[in-house]
């Protein structure tokens, strides 16, 4: 038996002091990491390649933000060794229900074939995930994040762990105490994901 089961408060102040939760491989026990190194995407910093930026010129996509949250992280769950459980589907549904989650969604022709998702508090934003079913989907979800937080005033795009993908992106890691005294200030700002 669990000696706890996720839920929204428990959510916040896990984020808030800088730690995010992954089932462990079995997906009984729920692990709380609070990684040092820790990998940010500075929000003037997002590095658009030539093949990307080509990406958004030619239009392929549309992109929309919070209409498709659950279909998003179904989408990242659909990896073969996926984290994403139905726990964890359920609970940040939650969390996106009362304006602490939100996604963005990349479509072609009426198909979801992108996108990324996160936890929202004060400035900060908190990455979870991403998927893609078309070339640079999740990439241009990404970018489209980027401009979104940096249109609502968030100043900290949180993600987790440094990978050779996310670097290529902009990513960099700090230290856990510069993280936490950014993300210390981000908690204080008021923004919002929809800019207004």
């Given at each position: 038996?669990?000696?706890?089961?996720?839920?929204?408060?428990?959510?916040?102040?896990a984020?808030?002091?800088?730690?995010?939760?992954?089932?462990?491989?079995?997906?009984?026990?729920?692990?709380?990491?609070?990684?040092?190194?820790?990998?940010?995407?500075?929000?003037?910093?997002?590095?658009?390649?030539?093949?990307?930026?080509?990406?958004?010129?030619?239009?392929?996509?549309?992109v929309?933000?919070?209409?498709?949250?659950?279909?998003?992280?179904?989408?990242?769950?659909?990896?073969?060794?996926t984290?994403?459980?139905?726990?964890?589907?359920?609970?940040?549904?939650q969390?996106?229900?009362?304006?602490?989650?939100?996604?963005?969604?990349?479509?072609?022709?009426?198909?979801?074939v992108?996108?990324?998702?996160?936890?929202?508090?004060?400035g900060?934003?908190?990455?979870?995930s991403k998927f893609?079913?078309m070339?640079?989907?999740?990439?241009?979800?990404l970018?489209?994040?980027?401009?979104?937080?940096?249109?609502?005033g968030?100043?900290?795009?949180?993600?987790?762990?440094?990978?050779?993908?996310?670097?290529?992106?902009?990513?960099?890691?700090i230290?856990?105490?510069?993280?936490?005294?950014?993300?210390?200030?981000?908690?204080?700002?008021?923004?919002?994901?929809?800019?207004l």
């Amino acid at each position: 038996m669990k000696p706890y089961t996720l839920n929204p408060e428990l959510l916040y102040a896990a984020y808030s002091q800088g730690y995010f939760p992954m089932p462990d491989q079995e997906g009984e026990d729920i692990l709380w990491f609070r990684p040092d190194p820790r990998a940010i995407i500075p929000l003037d910093g997002f590095h658009v390649s030539r093949s990307l930026r080509k990406t958004l010129r030619k239009q392929l996509f549309q992109v929309t933000f919070d209409q498709s949250f659950q279909d998003v992280m179904l989408g990242c769950a659909s990896h073969p060794e996926t984290w994403i459980s139905q726990e964890f589907v359920d609970v940040y549904g939650q969390m996106f229900a009362v304006g602490l989650a939100h996604s963005v969604e990349i479509w072609h022709r009426d198909i979801l074939v992108g996108g990324t998702y996160g936890v929202s508090l004060g400035g900060a934003f908190f990455a979870e995930s991403k998927f893609h079913r078309m070339t640079d989907a999740s990439k241009v979800a990404l970018y489209y994040l980027v401009e979104r937080l940096k249109e609502g005033g968030y100043t900290l795009l949180e993600c987790q762990f440094l990978t050779e993908h996310l670097k290529s992106l902009g990513a960099v890691e700090i230290s856990d105490s510069q993280y936490i005294h950014q993300l210390k200030e981000a908690l204080m700002i008021h923004s919002r994901f929809d800019g207004l």
